[in-house]
Nanobody, 123 residues
Framework: VQLQASGGGLVQAGSSLRLSCAAS????????VGWFRQAPGKEREFVAS????????YYADSVKGRFIISRDRAKNTAYLRLNSLKSEDTALYYC?????????????????WGQGTLVTVSS
């Protein structure tokens, strides 16, 4: 599976963005999908995950209530809606597909990774 993340950009604090993660090569409709982010000088951290059928989602405490993860299995695409953006949300955002049906917060449980899309939030 090849993953292509897109939708990042430079926005002001309080704005919204929608990131997309498109899969190609084969379907990832039976795999959980996760979003992670990495800020300069920091380790990659979990942001959100969604189960294979979309019925279970998890969020990091730092984004809970502001970000929304979703997926369209027919389009083989997952999304991350970023609302009420803060300067501390600035990072390179990665999507990843797990070999499991339900997502986890651990990077080691994700096998396929996209190249990342940069989100920069100005205050």
């Amino acid at each position: 599976v090849q993953l292509q993340a897109s939708g990042g950009g430079l926005v002001q604090a309080g704005s919204s963005l929608r990131l997309s993660c498109a899969a190609s090569g084969r379907t990832f409709s039976n795999n959980a999908v996760g979003w992670f982010r990495q800020a300069p000088g920091k380790e990659r951290e979990f942001v959100a995950s969604i189960s294979w059928n979309g019925d279970t989602t998890y969020y990091a405490d730092s984004v809970k209530g502001r970000f929304i993860i979703s997926r369209d299995r027919a389009k083989n695409t997952a999304y991350l809606r970023l609302n009420s953006l803060k300067s501390e949300d600035t990072a390179l955002y990665y999507c990843a597909a797990s070999m499991r049906s339900y997502g986890t917060t651990t990077t080691a449980n994700y096998r396929y990774w996209g190249q990342g899309t940069l989100v920069t939030v100005s205050s």
